[in-house]
């Protein structure tokens, strides 16, 4: 079984900065992509960022220039940088993860509040 395990989340000032971290646990034959989404309450799930396994990004037109997602050297970890924090950003943050074969996973989510 793959699990991803959030982390990172809390309560931030509006300008601040938050890091997300998801690890991954388990065994994928071969990961296409992982990304970040987000929830805010009331509002339809939104994509965040995402990089693929070759290394290339993007992000939703809300959080570019203020978000980054990285990995590291062994693709067990995936990260958000955010940044310049404003309040429309608070939601519920999920890890996912895409592997060749089309398979799906999902993180338990991470609370990110941000105050006025």
């Known amino acids: 079984q793959v699990q991803l395990v959030e982390s990172g989340g809390g309560l931030v000032q509006a300008g601040g900065s938050l890091r997300l971290s998801c690890v991954v646990r388990?065994?994928?034959?071969?990961?296409?992509?992982m990304g970040w989404y987000r929830q805010a309450p009331g509002k339809q799930r939104e994509l965040v960022a995402v990089?693929?396994?070759?290394?290339?990004?993007d992000y939703g037109d809300s959080v570019k220039g203020r978000c980054t997602i990285s990995r590291n050297s062994a693709k067990s970890t995936v990260y958000l940088q955010m940044n310049s924090l404003k309040p429309e950003d608070t939601g519920v943050y999920y890890c996912?993860?895409?592997?060749?074969?089309?398979?799906?996973?999902w993180g338990q989510g991470t609370q990110v509040t941000v105050s006025s």
């Open positions: 388990g065994f994928v034959f071969s990961i296409n992509a």
């Open positions: 990089i693929t396994r070759y290394d290339s990004t």
């Open positions: 996912n993860l895409v592997s060749h074969a089309a398979s799906e996973y």
